[in-house]
């Protein structure tokens, strides 16, 4: 990288970018929960939810100079994968019962 | 810090009702397949073995209260008191469910017991959690086997969108939950209960109060969630109404109780600071909470969906309860849950019985004459439903009135009186099956019902001496919640 160019970028990436971009994450994931209908997408949106809320303790870890934020997110991480893996097997029954992954069929129950 | 990572004997005894449930678990799920199809009834036997055994190892971890792991569970009067409560909810839906499986699927399966083992393990850490991380682990733990359960008869359409619905609401629950633990963490330095409410004594209020308040709301949600507040209920029905009638049981009764004890241990100890600008918040989800609930369930034809809309205005009861922020109050909270326990169970059981194969009979009308179809079932359903409204002489008349007297207490008389007309409204739906049941002759098409199997019984006798027990003596049971309350800090 040229001299000129890297006294134009700060020396670390400040806090508050995580921050900001674990928020627009987390509020991506919101979103996609919300107006997406293929029920997989509806749960890859979870996942991104809770890969910002990683984020955010990987960030707040790295500023704290403590080590519990990354063991947290390695907790995250772990429930995270049990969740798919008996997540995917429901939509797989689902998908055998009623041959459709879109969400509003899977609506028998009168509200 | 730890001086040292071995964990010593009172640590391990305070984790030990938890440890013989994951390990007893883990052996149950290596055993299944080993097991003949004929002497798969065995399994539920394990199943009660190891819940009696951690029952009595909660006794005993009671008798050296503290905290273990560096502060990472804390076993006091309230954590015993709901790990009981949990273990003995799991005991009866256990009992309910053999003859249930039996007549659904032909057979016995043993994987539902080491589930229900298994969500027993994360609902008792859930009570004695004193750690927000940890807290996290065993609403995830309860929560992963409640999504297999609720879906548990795959070939029935009904069972899987009640498990879907309860998996995708349920994850996205959670994820609001930890990013404001992860606020938590990054404006307090901590996720421990204690410290983090020293934080916030100690200057995190003044210098990001904002965030603090956003970060506690994001929890507050995915706690809503869990206990199934307005405006956060809307699976609620759902996944009562498609799951099996013993897993809706264990899901209404079990995992309630342990998310409420979650609430008010964390809005106890690590937010108490912060009670004052809570209660705006408690006081308006309490009062949308019983009026949503009890207003849906007036409309409900199917017995099972209006169980579930009660079971929202029972939990805007409780909320009431935990509104008051004392002692007292939290002590309701545990008295309610303890008499709520016992006649939703008790109720679902009923269903269940009548339901029959298949669960054809669920709408209310298919509760007609069942005084002469099934007079001793009839008399158990008047037991729990009598309760459910409040009548003295049952647990639920004691249970509203130390919650409404816990609300006076603190000053909260507009919702004290909102709650008493909401109550007053809800035994309308209540009298409802009671006069379908007593007046209405039996429709043609309604069968026999199926002949009771011994563990069901036994589950249908337990709860309504329970409950009765509750109405008559309720000073037993008070004066314990009374004494743990205190020690919730």
């Known amino acids: 990288m040229p001299p000129e160019l890297t006294q134009l970028l700060p020396a670390s990436v400040p806090l508050s970018w995580y921050l900001v971009l674990s928020a627009i994450l987390f509020s991506l994931g919101i ?69 459709t992954l879109e969400i509003d069929e899977v609506s028998s129950m009168k509200l | 810090m730890p001086t040292s990572f071995i964990p010593t004997a009172a640590d391990l005894l305070r984790l030990s009702p938890d440890i013989v449930l994951t390990a007893g678990g883990a052996l149950m799920m290596v ?36 905290t273990s792991f560096s502060g990472m569970l804390v076993v006091d009067g309230f954590s015993t008191f709901f790990r009981i409560l949990v273990y ?24 539902y017991y080491a589930l229900i083992v298994f969500s027993l393990v994360g609902q008792s850490l859930m009570a004695s959690a004193n750690e927000l991380v940890l807290l996290f682990i065993g609403l995830e733990i309860s929560s992963i086997a409640g999504y297999i359960m609720a879906g548990y008869l795959r070939d029935d359409k009904r069972n899987n969108e009640s498990a879907l ?17 992860a606020w938590i963490y990054g404006l307090t330095g901590s996720t421990n209960l204690d410290t983090v409410r020293r934080a916030i004594l100690g200057g995190a209020m003044e210098q990001s109060g904002q965030m603090l308040m956003i970060a506690t709301a994001l929890m507050f949600v995915g706690f809503a969630f869990k206990i199934s507040a307005a405006p956060f209920h809307v699976w609620a029905p759902d996944v009562y109404q498609g ?29 108490f600071p912060l009670s004052a600008k809570w209660e705006m918040l408690l006081w308006a989800t309490a009062l949308a909470t019983m009026i949503v609930g009890n207003f849906a369930a007036l409309r409900q034809s199917n017995i099972k969906r209006m169980l579930a809309y009660s079971s929202v205005a029972h939990a805007g009861y409780i909320l009431v309860a935990v509104t008051a922020h004392s002692e007292v109050g939290i002590a309701a909270v545990m008295f309610y849950l303890a008499s709520y326990v016992l006649m939703t ?15 054809r009979f669920v709408e209310i009308d298919d509760f007609s004459g069942l005084v002469q179809r099934q007079p001793m079932l009839a008399i158990a359903l008047t037991i729990f439903l009598f309760s459910l409204i409040g009548i003295p002489l049952t647990g639920g008349f ?45 429709a043609e098409g309604a069968g026999p019902v199926d002949p009771a199997g011994i563990g069901i019984k036994a589950a249908i006798v337990a709860s309504a001496v329970g ?22 800090k």
């Open chain 1, 31 to 99: 979103a996609g929960f919300l107006f997406r209908r293929n029920i997989i997408t509806v749960f890859m949106s979870i996942e991104l939810m809770l890969n910002a809320v990683n984020l955010t303790f990987v960030a707040f870890s790295y500023h704290l100079k403590q080590v519990d934020g990354h063991i947290f997110s390695f907790f995250v991480m772990v429930v995270a994968a049990a969740e798919a893996a008996v997540g995917l097997a429901i939509i797989l029954t689902v998908f055998k019962n009623r041959a």
């Open chain 2, 345 to 359: 169970i008790g109720v679902f059981a009923v269903v269940t019985l009548v339901a029959s194969k298949g669960e």
């Open chain 2, 88 to 111: 003995g909810c799991g005991l009866l839906t256990v009992l309910m469910s053999v003859d249930y499986f039996k007549r659904e699927r032909g057979s016995e399966s043993g994987e």
């Open chain 2, 398 to 442: 004691f249970a509203k009135f130390y919650v409404f007297k816990a609300a006076l207490d603190s000053n909260l008389t507009w919702l004290t009186i909102l709650g008493l007309l909401n109550s007053a409204a809800a035994a309308f739906y209540y009298l409802r099956v009671l006069v379908v049941m007593y007046m209405k002759p039996a």
């Open chain 2, 165 to 181: 619905k309860y998996f995708l609401l349920g994850s996205f629950a959670t994820a609001f939950m930890l990013y404001g633990v």
């Open chain 2, 243 to 271: 799951a099996p009638a013993p897993v809706a049981a264990f899901l209404s009764a079990g995992a309630k109780a342990a998310a409420f004890a979650m609430l008010v241990r964390v809005a106890a100890s690590a937010f």
């Open chain 2, 31 to 66: 055993i299944e397949p080993l097991t003949g199809a004929a002497r798969k009834a065995r399994m539920a036997a394990i199943a009660v073995l190891l819940i009696a055994a951690a029952m009595a190892l909660s006794v005993m971890a009671y008798s050296d209260p503290g």
């Open chain 2, 467 to 488: 409950t009765l027990y509750l109405g008559v003596y309720p000073s037993a049971v008070l004066d314990f919640a009374g004494k743990a309350a205190q020690l919730v």
